[in-house]
T-cell receptor, first 117, second 118 residues
């Protein structure tokens, strides 16, 4: 079965500093990987995805993520954090060649990012 | 939140009542999904639909029902059989079915409905 782990429930960073939100995954085959952001009482907003090709993926609002196949990781990064980046971040994975439930997205439990002014 | 709308934003239900959550999309997407979100947990899939008049159970379908009579609409009914229905419910859609192996489609989410059982 596929799975996603976000090892940190909470990440705090000072405004202007770089931020990293960690994600590791497990799939039988090759992964499609996604990052979403959720603001309080709102739906999820798509940030970026890795399908194939360049391991460094650039997304919305200055975010980027690096796919590392050997470490089965897809960490979300931003060079300079803003207070407005404070939100709940979800990593999700889908098995490219999976069957049944593996064709669906599996979400991590989320990481609350707080950017301190 | 794009072209996906959910209503109502907040919903209160008495125990023993069925309630229906609305989800509408104007993106011309084939596939639609319902997820449940509880604090400290990721999203869990309730039901999904690949095409009109088709729907399939997700991981936590017990106590829920859906219909897909129109491409743009995928309502979710929370029945009295659902033991712990208080949660945040999210609807999503994607251009293609997840069972289409060529699909790399992103799922786009609505703003959510917060259901509270009194």
């Amino acid at each position: 079965a596929q799975s996603v782990a976000q090892p940190e429930d909470q990440v705090n960073v000072a405004e202007g500093n770089p931020l990293t939100v960690k994600c590791t995954y497990s799939v039988s085959g090759n992964p499609y990987l996604f990052w979403y952001v959720q603001y309080p009482n709102r739906g999820l907003q798509f940030l970026l995805k890795y399908i194939t090709g360049d391991n460094l993926v650039k997304g919305s609002y200055g975010f980027e993520a690096e796919f590392n196949k050997s470490q089965t990781s897809f960490h979300l990064k931003k060079p300079s954090a803003l207070v407005s980046d404070s939100a709940l971040y979800f990593c999700a994975v889908r098995d490219v060649w999976g069957s049944g439930s593996a064709r669906q997205l599996t979400f991590g439990s989320g990481t609350q990012l707080t950017v301190l002014p | 939140d794009g072209g996906i709308t959910q209503s109502p934003k907040y919903l209160f239900r008495k125990e023993g009542q069925n309630v229906t959550l609305s989800c509408e999309q104007n993106l011309n997407h084939d596939a639609m999904y319902w997820y449940r979100q509880d604090p400290g947990q990721g999203l869990r899939l309730i039901y999904y639909s690949q095409i009109v008049n088709d729907f399939q159970k997700g991981d936590i379908a017990e106590g829920y029902s859906v219909s897909r009579e129109k491409k743009e609409s995928f309502p979710l009914t929370v029945t009295s059989a659902q033991k712990n229905p208080t949660a945040f419910y999210l609807c999503a859609s994607s251009r293609k079915s997840p069972h289409d192996r060529s699909s790399t489609d992103t799922q786009y989410f609505g703003p959510g409905t917060r259901l509270t059982v009194l």
